[in-house]
């Protein structure tokens, strides 16, 4: 369908990039360990059930960023998610360093480095939106399209609209759009709202 891009190349880059990351950045992963432990002690690691390729179900990896004692409940469900947060893992959420153990779900397929972001398991409206758009049919992203046009700040559609688009244009030189993008959001923490939604903002008005 995107030809030998997508069919081959494109997983040989996302392993070697996921490989080269695990590879040198083994001591930023320790320091974080031993600051979000020391900071609030517990895991260090937290995985959540998320939307893989057509629809197949994985566990997403990332640094623990709330406290032991969150409710088990998704954050935009929490009634006021920040005071969940340590004091690491808002650092690690602002600059996104939270994100960085899905290279191993990269390495494992789970995940590409550029694609839709994985949906939560229970993200119905997300995952039907996206149905219209095929962006079900690839394999989910450490970053994509969307997540450098909005990130938390966009509704589900336009979410949705975004991920489509990137199917549209999957190709080489898209990915290196998106890749580039997301270093310029990530150092410029654009889009990032604790407890994001996708909800509109008349919905954001009656929730609070």
């Not at 004091?87 to 290279?103: C, I």
């Amino acid at each position: 369908m995107w030809g030998l891009y997508n069919k081959f190349f494109k997983r040989c880059i996302d392993i070697l990039l996921s490989l080269i990351g695990l590879t040198f950045l083994w001591p930023l992963f320790l320091i974080i360990i031993v600051a979000i432990k020391i900071d609030d002690p517990g895991p260090a690691f937290f995985k959540q059930k998320r939307v893989g390729i057509n629809k197949s179900y994985f566990n997403l990896y990332k640094f623990r960023s709330m406290k032991v004692n969150t409710p088990d409940v998704p954050t935009h469900l929490l009634e006021n998610p920040e005071q969940y947060i340590s004091k690491v893992g808002a650092f690690l959420r602002k600059t996104s360093l939270d994100e960085l153990p899905q290279m191993w779900n990269i390495l494992k397929s789970d995940m590409s480095i550029i694609g839709p972001r994985p949906a939560l398991w229970n993200q119905d409206d997300l995952i039907a939106e996206r149905d219209k758009y095929g962006a079900n049919d690839v394999r989910p992203g450490l970053t994509g399209w969307a997540q450098i046009n909005g990130r938390d700040e966009l509704e589900i559609p336009v979410k949705a609209m975004l991920d489509g688009e990137y199917v549209e244009k999957l190709s080489f030189r898209f990915d290196v759009k998106c890749f580039l993008g997301t270093i310029k959001s990530v150092l410029k923490s654009d889009g990032v709202v604790e407890g994001g939604t996708g909800r509109s903002k008349k919905e954001e008005e009656a929730y609070k």
